[in-house]
């Protein structure tokens, strides 16, 4: 079992709807978590960063942690073309170096 | 700006060739990784350096070894290439280790070893 398993898709969705992405993992030391995004022939951006549980707010994009069920989630509101990129999820333990990431999901959001 | 550039963007080698991976940060980072994303499998760290001249073995560092001589170059070495090795390359750097701090991502190397 990998330690971080998050659906590849492909998700296509139109402009305008709400993008709903998660991750679930199963080492329940995990205290940081991460959401970078990676567009076409780019390397991976940050995206948000959330430590322990709870919801945070960016902008459009909002991203929640749930320690108990071991699972994340981001949320894209009002979906724009631009949005459209690969999503992978990321978590590491506390005072650590290491990032163990999820596979990433490809979104599409159709003008 | 962050940049982080890699020296090819598209490589093809041949089983059995040394093959060099080169990366380079004009931040001033301490910290630098390289990682190959494999679909299905995402990132995994195959080597970590956090000073010059010093490294860590990542998750999968087998059939790898790194150079780091000058603080903003970092090297990954496939010393006997194989086709289980095709794959896309990324280099990161940071300012610090913590892996709550942000990485900043090269654009990727892909490697076809035939």
């Known amino acids: 079992q990998k330690e971080v398993e998050q659906d590849p898709g492909p998700l296509s969705v139109p402009e305008g709807a709400i993008v709903s992405l998660n991750c679930t993992y199963s080492?329940?030391?995990?205290?940081?978590f991460m959401w970078y995004r990676q567009y076409s022939r780019k390397g991976p951006e940050l995206l948000m960063y959330?430590?322990?549980?709870g919801n945070k707010e960016d902008g459009r994009f909002t991203a929640q942690v749930d320690k108990s069920s071991k699972y994340i989630s981001l949320f894209i509101r009002d979906s724009q073309p631009s949005d459209s990129a690969t999503y992978l999820c990321?978590?590491?333990?506390?005072?650590?170096?290491?990032?163990?990431f999820g596979a990433g999901t490809t979104v599409t959001v159709r003008a | 700006d962050v940049k982080v550039t890699q020296s090819s963007r598209y490589l093809v080698k041949r089983t059995g060739e040394k093959v060099f991976l080169e990366c380079v940060q004009d931040?001033?980072?301490?910290?630098m990784f390289w990682y190959r994303q494999d679909p299905g499998l995402g990132l995994r760290l195959i080597y970590f350096?956090?000073?010059?001249?010093?490294?860590e073995k990542g998750d999968i560092p087998e059939g790898y070894s790194v150079s780091r001589e000058k603080k903003e170059r970092f090297s990954l070495i496939l010393e006997s290439a194989s086709t289980n090795q095709t794959s896309m390359y990324l280099c990161?750097?940071?300012?610090?280790?913590?892996?709550?701090?942000?990485?900043?991502f090269g654009p990727g190397t892909r490697l076809t070893v035939l």
């Open positions: 990161a750097s940071s300012p610090t280790g913590l892996a709550t701090d942000t990485q900043y």
């Open positions: 080492n329940s030391a995990f205290q940081y």
């Open positions: 959330t430590y322990s549980s």
């Open positions: 990321a978590m590491s333990l506390p005072n650590d170096y290491k990032l163990s």
């Open positions: 931040m001033d980072h301490e910290n």
């Open positions: 350096s956090y000073d010059v001249k010093m490294k």
